[in-house]
C-alpha cells in the first residue's frame, strides 16, 4: 500500500536562482517525507474502514489441555524499525500443533465457526498491516521532525 516517495526534481528552473543547494535538498527531503506520511495516514485510514466492516462472533469452547499455537506474531527488524509479522505453522499431530476446532468439533464444524475462524485470520492480518503502518508512520514523523530541526539550525 505504501508508496516511495522520490524527494525534488533536480532540473527545476527554480532551484538555481536560490542560495543554498543543501538546503534546498534537505526541504526536498522534508517534502518527500511528509507526503509519505500522507500516504501513511491513507492506508491506516483504509485499514480501519475494513476492520470496520467485520463480523462480531462469539464461541464457547471447552478448555482441555493446551494447543500449540498455529500463527504466531513476531518482530523483525527492517531498514526503518523493527516490523510485524505473521507465521503460519503447519498443522502435524506429532509435533502437538492442532487444529483446536477440527479437534473439539470433528469433522462438522458449524459454519458460523469456520467464518468466524476466517474473520479472525482476516483480522489478525490487518492489525499486523495496521500496526506496521503505524510504526512506519512514527518512523517517517521522527525523521521529519529531525530534518525540520536540522533546516533550522542552518
Partial sequence: ???????????????????????????????????????????????????????????????GRPYKALTRVVEEQSSWGKVFKIIRLPVN???????????????????NLRIANRHWEHCLDLIVE????KRELQSTIIFIEKLRYFLNQR
Fill in 1 to 63: 500500500m505504501s508508496q516511495t516517495v522520490e524527494p525534488c526534481d533536480e532540473s527545476d528552473p527554480q532551484r538555481e536562482s536560490r542560495s543554498n543547494p543543501e538546503d534546498e535538498d534537505g526541504r526536498c527531503t522534508l517534502d518527500g517525507l511528509l507526503l509519505q506520511m500522507i500516504h501513511l495516514i491513507e492506508d491506516l485510514e483504509l485499514l480501519h474502514t475494513q476492520s470496520a466492516l467485520r463480523i462480531p462472533a462469539e464461541a464457547q469452547l471447552p478448555r
Fill in 93 to 111: 499431530p506429532i509435533l502437538g500443533y492442532l487444529r483446536p476446532v477440527r479437534n473439539i468439533f470433528g469433522s462438522l464444524v458449524p459454519d
Fill in 130 to 133: 495496521c500496526a506496521n503502518i
